[in-house]
Structure formats: structure tokens, C-alpha cells
């Protein structure tokens, strides 16, 4: 019974795929160059007056319209949104939408929201924060 290729060692004077003999043994143990640190830098603390203009560029960056921003602001409108609705300002697909509803609107944001049957539509608002 002859054995099958899979099960036997390749002959050692053969070269195997994928292995370059080109490098030494003493190339492939030698020692690494170590790259510098690169160079930072120093951070000062911030005086109050400095410190302020951070806190304001910052509350204007989170001021600006993103895709979260703009639902949000849809649902908090008297009249709600449409899951239609949503999906045509945010580009996202209707799943994606119903996810940031339960898990972002509900859950991390702790808001209440509210769905409600109109004319064969259901239209979701946001009414208040929920009383923990």
C-alpha cells in the first residue's frame, strides 16, 4: 500500500515554496534598528481665559448640523416624523433608521419616544425625557 502525498515530509535538499534562500542566517538574527521617538510637542496648561474659547469653539462644533442632529430635530417637531421621512434626510436605510431610533433616541439618549398610527403612517415623535 503506497502512502499518500499529504503524509509525506518533502525531501530536506528541496526548496520549499514561499522560503527565499537568499538570506543569511546571521541577516535574519540580526538586531533591528531602533527608530527615535518622534519629536512633540509640550502641552502647557490652558489659563482660564484660553480656556473658555476651547469650551465655546467646542459647544459651536457640536452645534453643527450632522445626521444625528438633524433627526433629532425632526422628531422633536410637534408634527413627528416618518420612517420615509427619515430615511430621505439621513441617507441611511430603513433598518438603520429603526436602530438609531431604539438604540440611540431610546436607550443612550434616554428620550421618550412616541409612535402613533396617522392615516396609515406611523409617525414617531419625541416628547420628553424619560423620568428615571
Request: no cysteine; net charge positive; proline share 5%.
Given at each position: 500500500?503506497?502512502?499518500?502525498?499529504?503524509?509525506?515530509?518533502?525531501?530536506?535538499?528541496?526548496?520549499?515554496?514561499?522560503?527565499?534562500?537568499?538570506?543569511?542566517?546571521?541577516?535574519r538574527?540580526?538586531?533591528?534598528?531602533?527608530?527615535e521617538?518622534?519629536?512633540?510637542?509640550?502641552?502647557?496648561?490652558?489659563?482660564?481665559?484660553?480656556?473658555?474659547?476651547?469650551?465655546?469653539?467646542?459647544?459651536?462644533?457640536?452645534?453643527?448640523?450632522?445626521k444625528?442632529?438633524?433627526?433629532?430635530?425632526?422628531?422633536?417637531?410637534?408634527?413627528?416624523?416618518?420612517?420615509?421621512?427619515?430615511?430621505?434626510?439621513?441617507?441611511?436605510?430603513?433598518?438603520?433608521?429603526?436602530?438609531?431610533?431604539?438604540?440611540?433616541?431610546?436607550?443612550?439618549?434616554?428620550?421618550?419616544?412616541?409612535?402613533?398610527?396617522?392615516?396609515?403612517?406611523?409617525?414617531?415623535?419625541?416628547?420628553?425625557?424619560?423620568?428615571?
Open positions: 500500500m503506497q502512502k499518500s502525498s499529504r503524509n509525506r515530509k518533502p525531501p530536506s535538499n528541496r526548496r520549499r515554496r514561499g522560503k527565499a534562500l537568499t538570506t543569511t542566517k546571521a541577516a538574527t540580526a538586531p533591528r534598528p531602533v527608530r521617538p518622534t519629536k512633540r510637542r509640550l502641552t502647557l496648561p490652558l489659563s482660564s481665559a484660553q480656556a473658555g474659547g476651547v469650551v465655546r469653539a467646542s459647544a459651536e462644533a457640536n452645534k453643527r448640523a450632522n444625528q442632529t438633524k433627526l433629532l430635530d425632526l422628531l422633536r417637531r410637534p408634527a413627528g416624523a416618518t420612517i420615509a421621512t427619515l430615511v430621505e434626510v439621513s441617507g441611511w436605510q430603513q433598518h438603520s433608521v429603526r436602530g438609531f431610533l431604539a438604540g440611540v433616541v431610546r436607550k443612550r439618549l434616554g428620550l421618550e419616544l412616541v409612535s402613533s398610527l396617522e392615516a396609515d403612517q406611523r409617525i414617531y415623535r419625541i416628547v420628553a425625557a424619560k423620568q428615571a
